[in-house]
T-cell receptor
Framework: AQSVAQPEDQVNVAEGNPLTVKCTYS??????LFWYVQYPNRGLQFLLKYITGDNLVKGSYGFEAEFNKSQTSFHLKKPSALVSDSALYFCAVRDIRGGSYIPTFGRGTSLIVHP | EAGVVQSPRYKIIEKKQPVAFWCNPISGHNTLYWYRQNLGQGPELLIRYENEEAVDDSQLPKDRFSAERLKGVDSTLKIQPAELGDSAVYLC?????????????FGPGTRLTVT
């Protein structure tokens, strides 16, 4: 079985400050990990993914995420937040083992960047 | 490149009425997904298609939901009859090949309200 947890319903950060959106996962094998962003009245947009290799993954719009196997975490980060980053962020995991091709999504974290 | 197209964007129906959603995936994408996203939750898979073949449909309530993907391109998701609990956003997504850890491309969704 695979699962993902986003422990924060909402994250508030001031513009220009660094931001972190947390995600932890559980899989029986090795994970594929994804971050998506959802703006109001729009579908989810892919930000970045971790498959293998370097634990720090860089994605769209200046976002990056750090894979930590020992802590089973894949936190999303950005060095300097913009007001336009305000949106809903979803972490997703897919277990490599077992042939599952379906990602499991977290509940989402609302990021609010204050001017 | 055109994105995933869904219609209608919004639908309001009375309970026990039928409703259908349409999706046109990105050209060349073999895999098509239908998700349901309840308020405050992440997307949950209803059904996945590999070309014309429906796979991973264990979460589809088959007593009232049906889906088809004729010719392996467009897809339709139907609910008959609709219940109050079916109110949600129905998302369609596509990806190039499910066996690879490819990101999914999502449409804007259809917001269904059942009264």
């Amino acid at each position: 079985a695979q699962s993902v947890a986003q422990p924060e319903d909402q994250v508030n950060v001031a513009e220009g400050n660094p931001l972190t959106v947390k995600c932890t996962y559980s899989v029986s094998g090795n994970p594929y990990l994804f971050w998506y962003v959802q703006y109001p009245n729009r579908g989810l947009q892919f930000l970045l993914k971790y498959i293998t290799g370097d634990n720090l993954v860089k994605g769209s719009y200046g976002f990056e995420a750090e894979f930590n196997k020992s802590q089973t975490s894949f936190h999303l980060k950005k060095p300097s937040a913009l007001v336009s980053d305000s949106a809903l962020y979803f972490c997703a995991v897919r277990d490599i083992r077992g042939g599952s091709y379906i990602p499991t999504f977290g509940r989402g974290t609302s990021l609010i960047v204050h001017p | 490149e055109a994105g995933v197209v869904q219609s209608p964007r919004y639908k309001i129906i009375e309970k026990k009425q039928p409703v259908a959603f349409w999706c046109n995936p990105i050209s060349g994408h073999n895999t098509l997904y239908w998700y349901r996203q309840n308020l405050g939750q992440g997307p949950e898979l209803l059904i996945r298609y590999e070309n014309e073949e429906a796979v991973d449909d264990s979460q589809l309530p088959k007593d009232r939901f049906s889906a088809e993907r004729l010719k392996g391109v467009d897809s339709t998701l139907k609910i008959q009859p609709a219940e109050l609990g079916d109110s949600a956003v129905y998302l369609c997504a596509s990806s190039l090949v499910a066996t690879q850890p490819d990101e999914q491309y999502f449409g804007p969704g259809t917001r269904l309200t059942v009264t």
